[in-house]
């Protein structure tokens, strides 16, 4: 059971280049989310998504896209990075609401825009 | 809004017992959720509570008391790949009870 996959695990941008963080989920789960987490800082929710079709914006939303057109595929675009959006980001799925639920998590996607 | 203020570090020794403390101010409280988190790795979900009292997972309690917008996470008989940051993290309003994190304690245990 691969859980949640997120691609690309490394990656290097240039300012102002658009790129997408890749994440599929195995589990039917309907809740999936995308945070992002800096240095010594905890997770920041930036959009989420409570089922296909359904998509919100979290704490952070600014310069980030999602779409959900499948339940199991819950993409993030980067549409001008910018070295702000240098971070880890992590995608996440759950069965509910995700308080209350146990949250799985991919294994981050290390972005650096220079 | 939300926040949470928890300790950024803890240091203990190997088969001690350690307590890492979260305070909260939210608008909406449904739940405080305990995460782990290796260097370099994925957060993996500890504990939820949602009522008073105390949760028991194996070595892991966690302790919730909502009139003092305070929680705990207790980590008995320390082993050294406990070592890793906890994160605290409430349940907000929200369609989805999206949840805000704290900043993360870093506990180290020494052999």
């Known amino acids: 059971n691969a859980g949640v996959t997120q691609t690309p695990k490394f990656q290097v941008l240039k300012t102002g280049q658009s790129m997408t963080l890749q994440c599929a989920q195995d589990m039917n789960h309907e809740y999936m989310s995308w945070y992002r987490q800096d240095p010594g800082m905890g997770l920041r929710l930036i959009h989420y998504?409570?089922?296909?079709?359904?998509?919100d914006q979290g704490e952070v939303p600014n310069g980030y896209n999602v779409s959900r057109s499948t339940t199991e595929d819950f993409p993030l675009r980067l549409l001008s990075a910018a070295p702000s959006q240098t971070s880890v980001y992590f995608c996440a799925s759950s069965r509910g609401k995700t308080s209350g639920n146990t949250i799985y998590f991919g294994e981050g996607s290390w972005l650096t825009v220079v | 809004g939300q926040s949470l203020e928890q300790p950024s570090e803890v240091t203990a020794v190997e088969g001690a017992i350690v307590q890492i403390n979260c305070t909260y101010q939210t608008s909406g409280f449904y739940g405080l959720s305990w995460y782990q988190q290796h260097d370099g790795g994925a957060p993996t979900f500890l504990s939820y509570?949602?009522?008073?009292g105390l949760e028991e997972t194996g070595r892991f309690s966690s302790f919730l008391s909502r009139s003092d917008s305070y929680g705990y996470l207790l980590l008995q008989e320390l082993q050294m790949k406990d070592s890793a940051s906890y994160f605290c993290a409430v349940g907000g309003s929200g369609s989805a009870r999206q949840l805000t994190f704290g900043s993360g304690t870093q506990l180290t245990v020494l052999p």
């Open positions: 509570n949602a009522l008073d």
């Open positions: 998504s409570v089922g296909a079709g359904i998509t």
